[in-house]
């Protein structure tokens, strides 16, 4: 069966320090793989997408980038980190048509 | 613009009794329409996924409408539960689009 493993569960970072957050999948081969961003209280907003190693599409212009270096990994990084940037961030795999199968997330917190 | 609407307000019912929660939509043509629960601190898990061309789709005490010309999809979790507790998330793959957009959701509460 599938699974997707997503890494820290929690992070607190100082304003300017780097990110790198990352995402697993097993199982599977070639998946469809996203990043997601939720603010408290609010629905998800689409940050990068990537149908295949080494493609990524950016949904929303920002401090942040994302990269698949193998095909069911993909992280997302920053150089540095704006108090904006904090939220609960997810990754996951499969979409349209199929359903999205969401990590656990990482809770980010910029202080 | 795109725009996608979930119950702004919570929603709060009885053990036993039945919820209905709303996702409006507008400027999509949606050729999905996805339901997911999000419990407080993990990710979102799908429930269920209805086509253009379904009126509904059921499973176990669930049930979600899908009606194209008043562009609105309607969950209903029959007889529900104190575990039935958490937030409810519509989502929309546009066609062709390849990616699925969010409603902000709308959270259950069920009181035994």
């Known amino acids: 069966s599938q699974t997707i493993h997503q890494w820290p569960a929690t992070l607190v970072q100082p304003v300017g320090s780097p990110l790198s957050l990352e995402c697993t999948v097993e199982?599977?081969?070639?998946?469809?793989l996203y990043w997601y961003r939720q603010a408290a209280g609010r629905g998800l907003q689409l940050l990068f997408y990537?149908?295949?190693?080494?493609?990524i599409s950016s949904e929303v212009p920002q401090n942040l980038s994302a990269s698949r270096p193998q095909d069911r990994q993909f992280i997302l990084s920053s150089k540095k980190l704006l108090l904006s940037d904090s939220g609960f961030y997810l990754c996951?795999?499969?979409?349209?048509?199929?359903?999205?199968?969401f990590g656990n997330g990482t809770r980010l917190t910029v202080t | 613009s795109q725009k996608i609407e979930q119950n702004s307000e919570a929603l709060n019912i009885q053990e036993g009794k039945t919820a209905t929660l709303t996702c409006n939509y507008t400027?999509?043509?949606?050729?999905?329409l996805q339901w997911y629960r999000q419990d407080p601190g993990r990710g979102p898990v799908f429930l269920l996924l209805?086509?253009?061309?379904?009126k509904e789709k059921r499973k176990e005490r669930l049930k979600v409408t899908f009606d194209t010309t008043l562009k609105q999809s309607l969950f209903h979790i029959t007889a529900s539960q104190p575990a039935d507790s958490a937030t409810y998330l519509c989502?929309?793959?546009?066609?062709?689009?390849?990616?699925?957009?969010f409603g902000d959701g709308t959270t259950l509460t069920v009181k035994p």
């Open positions: 996951a795999w499969g979409g349209s048509p199929t359903p999205l199968h």
């Open positions: 199982g599977t081969s070639n998946p469809n």
């Open positions: 990537s149908v295949g190693i080494g493609q």
């Open positions: 400027n999509y043509s949606p050729a999905y």
């Open positions: 209805i086509r253009e061309n379904e």
């Open positions: 989502a929309l793959d546009d066609t062709n689009a390849g990616k699925s957009t």
